[in-house]
């Protein structure tokens, strides 16, 4: 899983790669840890994933 995201006050956006598919990316950058989803799709599957990360 390869991230390309940025954080701004407290939010997270951008794109999670995932076995070389694109996703929508979203989470929380806390204190003292980081919480992000993400999900997308093409022609033959959905998925979904996410992860914590903490100090």
Do not use: P
């Amino acid at each position: 899983m390869t991230i390309d995201g940025t954080f701004s006050d407290k939010m997270v956006t951008g794109s999670a790669f995932f076995n070389k598919r694109a996703a929508a990316l979203k989470g929380q950058v806390g204190a003292s840890s980081a919480v992000g989803v993400f999900h997308g799709a093409d022609d033959a599957t959905a998925f979904v994933g996410g992860f914590l990360v903490e100090r």
